[in-house]
């Protein structure tokens, strides 16, 4: 009885305080330091802004151009877009509110409004070169953001890239009201610092299983600045085809892309990398090599071993089998020609390159006629060289290598200090990589590969109809944004090697995956690495988070992006995660 009583005293206070503070200002992925009012403030298109003291003109949709960068234009940029989604692409929380209660938690439209007139950027330091195109570690993207009752709102930053981190969060702060175009936020003043806990939070695109249109990887790169992510890897090219056009052997995308047009020009190329930068992310190209490189058979078959080989199964990891043959003399030249293509036109915008690296087939080199052999007493030796020549092409661009884990952790091939390797097999070779001293990104299919659980793409007939029934892919289940969000990069290692997982890429493999259907495949789930990635989302709740994944999930769709649902309003309604917890 008694502790029946006091129970319902105790949610009784809750609710109360659920209600006092709803909506939660859910600035995602969480700020590592945050504290709000109740003060309402007004926000619209009047809005004067400086930077380090000058006055910054900033207009809607503003796009620095050319392959330059400066950092003030930088900021103009990330200015305009900060309005445009406060002022044209905000939403009316009624999802955030109890059932029929809107109206009566909005801020009065009639009673006196205090607006933000004003915003200050500081930027503290000079950004370098290095800001435009780091290494893990290069950039400090730390912020401070303050908003004070009167609405006098400043933003400090060491680099341009954290201005912008700050002016996501800012943009954050506003709600849409439901009588019409007024902004508001009811959790002034609000204080902000924040800084990343992962250098490397990005996304692998793959544009080769599937060719998505320039609009798909250029929306794509405006979520992932949303989620305060500053990588996209763009895998360019697979054994299915080669979108990327190589001027210097054109054949490659003429023979190899799907069909006319379905390509990325040079042009498309630079589009993509300036777009990335100027929103604080690095754009990462990789060439798969030796595997995965089927299609250039269909332009140089001396070149590829065992393209089309039947039955797949016993040569790759899908169809069609093709991979770099290991002795074959006109190798190197067609190396050097592709490298001497691609990589100053990556140069200007990234630090790194990536070489691929995975799923090489050792069974394929028997059907090599340069190696006619499986034996890996033979091949380790040839792939040595192989890693060490196409390694040496890379750095001499002044690029860092990276490669899949396979590599160094599978084939025993030895690799540079200096690489950066991308583990996704799970977390042993993470930390055997750690323990010798290697840099290591995650991308473990176990939680982060976002392509998984979704049914076979292959057909099946005849007696394999009922070996595979009911058709799970390889990576089942699907990783749903709950198990994303469990993920700890440095679970289990020690404090040194735990500074060496330089942070993770969410895998969007494109088997049963295009332009209509990215959206949905990639968010809300990347926000939920995202969070991992830039707050260290270890011990918190998912009671805790789902409130705030689904509020920032309406961010998503309001500005133009077909995210996943998190739950229904029914979960949403009043912030009431406790609503939607079992039991
Ligand atoms: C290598 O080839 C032999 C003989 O063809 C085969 O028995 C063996 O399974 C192969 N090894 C691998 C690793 O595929
Ligand atoms: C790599 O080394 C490990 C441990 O010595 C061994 O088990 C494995 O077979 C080697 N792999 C190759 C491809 O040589
Ligand atoms: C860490 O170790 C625990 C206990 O051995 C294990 O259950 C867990 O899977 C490990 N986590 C990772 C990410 O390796
Ligand atoms: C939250 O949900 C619980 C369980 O459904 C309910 O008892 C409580 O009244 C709700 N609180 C609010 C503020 O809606």
New binding site residues.
């Given amino acids: 009885m008694v502790l029946s009583n006091c129970r319902g005293i105790f949610s009784m206070l809750l609710s109360l305080w659920l209600l006092a503070s709803t909506p939660v200002l859910a600035i995602w992925p969480a700020p590592s330091s945050i504290n709000t009012g109740d003060s309402t403030l007004w926000i619209g298109p009047t809005l004067s802004v400086s930077y380090n003291g000058k006055p910054l003109p900033w207009i809607y949709g503003y796009e620095p151009k050319g392959p330059k960068f400066s950092s003030s234009e930088i900021i103009k940029g990330g200015v305009g877009r900060a309005m445009t989604n406060i002022v044209h692409k905000n939403f009316v929380p009624w999802m955030l509110y109890n059932r029929m209660e809107l109206e009566q938690t909005e801020p009065s439209l009639s009673k006196p409004k205090t607006y933000i007139t004003h915003l200050d950027i500081v930027q503290t330091k000079t950004d370098t070169s290095k800001t435009f195109k780091p290494l893990a570690g290069d950039v400090d993207e730390s912020y401070s953001l303050s908003v004070d009752k009167n609405g006098k709102t400043s933003i400090k930053a060491v680099s341009s890239t954290g201005v912008l981190r700050a002016l996501e969060s800012f943009s954050q702060l506003f709600f849409q009201h439901s009588k019409g175009p007024f902004f508001y936020t009811k959790s002034a003043p609000v204080s902000i610092t924040d800084k990343p806990e992962y250098d490397h939070r990005g996304v692998l695109f793959d544009v080769s299983r599937s060719f998505f249109p320039m609009d798909s990887i250029l929306r794509t790169i405006d979520a992932l600045a949303y989620n305060k992510m500053n990588r996209i890897h763009i895998h360019a090219t697979d054994s299915q085809s080669w979108p990327l056009e190589i001027p210097a052997i054109p054949e490659l995308h003429q023979k190899g892309a799907y069909a006319q047009g379905k390509t990325y020009s040079p042009s498309d190329l630079a589009t993509i990398q300036q777009y990335a930068i100027n929103r604080g992310i690095e754009p990462i190209i990789e060439i798969d090599t030796p595997g995965h490189f089927g299609i250039v058979a269909l332009s140089h078959p001396n070149i590829v071993a065992g393209w089309e080989s039947t039955p797949w199964t016993s040569y790759c990891a899908e169809p069609p089998c093709g991979q770099i043959r290991l002795k074959e003399p006109s190798v190197d030249p067609f190396l050097d020609k592709l490298m001497n293509d691609i990589l100053p036109r990556v140069s200007p915008y990234s630090a790194y390159f990536h070489t691929g690296g995975d799923e090489v087939n050792?069974n394929m080199y028997k059907l090599d006629p340069t190696v006619a052999t499986n034996d890996?007493?033979v091949?380790?030796p040839l792939l040595q060289k192989f890693i060490d020549k196409h390694h040496a092409r890379v750095r001499k661009a002044g690029l860092v290598p990276m490669v899949w884990e396979e590599i160094p952790a599978?084939?025993?091939v030895t690799v540079g200090k200096d690489v950066l390797i991308q583990s996704w097999l799970g977390d042993e070779a993470i930390a055997a990589l750690t323990a010798q001293g290697h840099k290591v990104i995650s991308s473990n299919y176990n939680f982060w590969y976002l392509d998984c659980g979704r049914g076979q793409w292959l057909n099946f007939a005849g007696a394999d109809l009922a070996t595979y029934y009911p058709f799970p892919d390889w990576c089942s289940p699907y990783k749903n944004w709950r198990l994303v969000y469990s993920y700890d990069p440095r679970a289990n290692l020690t404090a040194a090697q735990a500074k060496l997982v330089v942070g993770g890429e969410l895998a969007a493999w494109s088997e049963s995956i295009d332009d209509a259907t990215i959206d949905d495949i990639l968010w809300p789930r990347a926000s939920a690495a995202g969070e991992v990635l830039w707050s260290a989302a270890k011990g918190r709740s998912q009671i805790e988070a789902a409130p705030r994944l689904a509020e920032f999930r309406e961010r998503l769709i309001s500005r133009g992006i077909k995210s996943g649902t998190v739950h229904m309003p029914f979960c949403t309604q009043g912030q009431n995660a406790t609503a939607c917890k079992y039991l």
Avoid: D, E, K
């Fill in positions: 050792f890996s007493a091949i380790v599978s084939y025993n």
